[in-house]
Every structure is written in C-alpha cells, then in structure tokens.
C-alpha cells in the first residue's frame, strides 16, 4: 500500500483511485505524454527503484534563482552521426511538436512561459537572449527540423523540444568540479559554439574549476560533445514550478536513451535546487 500510494503521488494519480482503476477507466481520455510517464512509474516500479535517491557523482551548485538543475551523467558513451533508426525517432518527435503547436500557441504555452519566467528572475529578457529550448521548437514548428550533429547531442535537443526545457550536453572528461550555476561576472567569456566570442557578465552560466563553459542560451566550444567525447555530462534546466516527477522522468527518458543509442554502460542523475 505505501509503495502504491507513492506511485500515485508521482503519476498525479488522485487517492480515490487505484492505479489500475486509473488507467482502465480513463486511458480514452489521456494524452501520450501522460501514458509515457505512467509508463515510466510503472517500469520504476517493477523494478524497484521508484523511491530511490538518486546520484550524481558531480558537485554542482545553484546560485540562481527559480531554477532546478538535472544532472544525468554518462559513461563510455559512442559518439557517431546520427543512424537510421534513431532520425525516425527524432522525426516522430519533431512531429510532434510541429502537430501541436503554431507559432503564436508556442508563444503562449505553459513551459515557454515558464522558462521565460525563469529567465526573467535571472535578470535576462527572454525576448533578447531567447532560451535554446524556444529556439529549438521555433525551428521545429517553422518545419525546418531538428538540428543534425551526433547522436549524443541530437538526443539532448530532442528532450529539449519534448519538455520546452533548455537541456546542455558537455563532455564530462574535459569538467573539473565542482560546478555552479551563477551569473557571469565582468571579464569572464567564451567562444560560443557556432558564435563568436561570448562576453558573459550578468548572464547565467555554469562554471567549472577552469572557468565558465556552459549556458541555457549557448554552450562553448571548451566542453562540447565531439567524435572523442566518452563521458558525457547532461544537464536540464527546469523552472522551480516544474512538477518533480517530470524532472525525474526526462532525466530518466534521457539516460535510458543514450544507454540505447550511444551505449552508453552507466548513467547517473540528479536533481539541484536553488537556495536562493
């Protein structure tokens, strides 16, 4: 019965029902991404890990505010143009997204107004540096596509569009703890991946022993994912209103699908909230 009850909290089940009377009595009436997240629940379920905590072999540190930080941490991964089976996934996906949103209802939807909101405590105009979740699904919805890089960052980008979250992919290897995620101050930058210098204070960063290498509005080159990453370093950038059981699910989708489509062997994820 605790364990039930559990399951039910996650999956925003109400008490009254069991978690079988929900699905029969209402799957006529629940979206797909609803029963991808039972589906999800279930499977922990079955293989009893729903309340489990979960790990992270990174320090990371929030600084900022309205901001929960996901962590899913990759080992031994392979890095290769994107394959046959994985674009059709990708396309499903892009699909989506494209079938459910317009522009001006994409402008409007509950997580680009949350993800703005969380820019906005940052002190950054969303309208100005718009987050790379919005820019992605802006490309998706105008029927131009995911972005084709590898198959590591493809599947960050594909999270990306599915959650509206911005996600960054780093490669672990080149990382040295801890990390925080702050403001950048006057005289830090970095070469933008695909942009020129990036001059990065008072905009929010990730920063490691060396200095900053990560953004939700653009990565650097220093830490980018390439043909010899092995280890990667994954994080999702969610609002702080964002239901948990969805930041555990995404990490969870996430980590499931670079273990299919990267082999990679051992994955690690976490979740960091703001103190602030």
Request: glycine share 8%; hydrophobic share 40%; aromatic share 8%.
């Amino acid at each position: 019965l605790p364990r039930l009850v559990r399951l039910k909290k996650l999956a925003g089940i109400e008490e009254r029902y069991t978690l079988l009377e929900f699905i029969v009595g209402h799957h006529c009436r629940v979206d797909r991404p609803v029963f991808d997240r039972l589906a999800w629940v279930l499977n922990c379920a079955s293989r009893a890990i729903i309340t489990a905590e979960f790990a992270t072999n990174m320090d990371i540190r929030v600084e900022l505010p309205g901001t929960i930080l996901g962590a899913v941490e990759a080992e031994n991964v392979r890095v290769e143009p994107t394959g046959p089976v994985l674009s059709q996934v990708l396309a499903k996906i892009a699909g989506r997204i494209q079938h459910a949103y317009t522009l001006d209802t994409l402008a409007v939807a509950e997580p680009t107004r949350a993800v703005r909101a969380m820019f906005r405590a940052w002190g950054i105009d969303p309208s100005k540096y718009r987050p790379s979740s919005e820019a992605l699904m802006r490309r998706v919805v105008q029927s131009k596509g995911l972005y084709n890089v590898s198959n590591v960052v493809d599947l960050g980008n594909a999270g990306s569009i599915e959650t509206g979250w911005p996600y960054g992919l780093y490669d672990r290897s080149k990382l040295a703890s801890p990390i925080s995620f702050r403001h950048g101050t006057t005289g830090e930058m970095y070469e933008g991946i695909g942009k020129r210098m990036w001059h990065l204070a008072g905009r929010p960063i990730l920063a490691d022993a060396n200095g900053p290498f990560g953004s939700p509005i653009s990565d650097s080159t220093r830490t980018m994912v390439t043909g010899s990453t092995r280890d990667v370093l994954a994080i999702i950038y969610a609002p702080e209103s964002a239901a948990r059981v969805d930041i555990e699910f995404a990490l969870s989708r996430l980590g499931e699908r670079l273990i299919e489509f990267a082999a990679a062997r051992v994955v690690h994820s976490g979740s960091f909230a703001s103190n602030i």
